[in-house]
């Protein structure tokens, strides 16, 4: 008799523990599909068919969180009155666009910088003029001409200095420290020389630090201590 009790309270406990919960999700009375629906209690997560209709384990104390990129969270708090029996009827609304206000300041230009008591030269606006084609004043071919001079005389004084090239056993020195490279690449202290002067005999040490970066480096020694370890293991 008591086992009988024991299992009734059991199936009992397990139906009140954890119950299916059943319902549709619609925006604007449409369904809405891939609508995800998760348990964050119990780390579960089921998603709505093209009908919005979705099915999911839930217990009291247990949220329900609904979530679609292009409508708002909505969460549900399953409390000890609620009703399994009735399918839950969610409605999602549509993401609000924020359109920030642009202050446009009109600005007197021709005012800044006067002092008080300045008397202010109105501005007045030229009229339009339609040019014909004429120069009024004529050319001055002389004034063109050493202007044009003067281009190709900056232009000669130009000097483009070189580039000078990162040094690899400088620029890992810079990056790396040698407890960083015995830690990392599984070096004997007493090799670190040596592996560094194996790394300087590679002609691809210097593409590894022609752009300076460390995370190209860093892949290159890794590539060459295993190199450098086989080759000690032979010898």
């Known amino acids: 008799m008591k086992i009988k009790i024991t299992l009734f309270l059991f199936c009992c406990f397990q139906i009140c523990f ?83 206000e642009v202050i446009v300041e009109k600005k007197q230009p021709f005012l800044k910088g006067l002092k008080t008591g300045m008397p202010v030269i109105p501005y007045n606006k030229p009229s339009v003029q339609f040019n014909d084609g004429s120069i009024p004043n004529g050319m001055d071919f002389i004034a063109i001409g050493k202007m044009i001079g003067r281009l190709f005389k900056n232009k000669d004084k130009i000097n483009v200095k070189p580039k000078e090239p990162v040094q690899f056993r400088t620029f890992t020195a ?55 370890k086989k080759v000690n293991q032979k010898e």
């Open 18 to 100: 954890s119950q299916n919960i059943k319902g549709n999700v619609r925006a604007t009375n449409l369904p809405i599909s891939n609508v995800e629906v998760i348990n964050s209690s119990k780390k579960e997560v089921v998603t709505t068919n093209s009908e919005g209709v979705f099915e999911i384990k839930a217990a009291t104390g247990n949220w329900l969180i609904f979530y679609h990129k292009n409508y708002d969270v909505v969460k549900i708090y399953v409390d000890s009155l609620f009703d399994y029996s009735k399918n839950l009827e969610i409605k999602l609304s549509e993401k609000s666009t924020q359109i920030e």
């Open 174 to 228: 810079q990056s790396y420290s040698a407890d960083f490279l015995i830690n990392s690449l599984k070096l004997k202290p007493e090799d670190v020389e040596g592996f560094l002067n194996f790394c300087s005999f590679d002609s691809k040490s210097k593409e590894a630090v022609e752009n300076s970066d460390k995370l190209v480096l860093l892949q290159f020694l890794i590539a060459k201590s295993e190199e450098y």
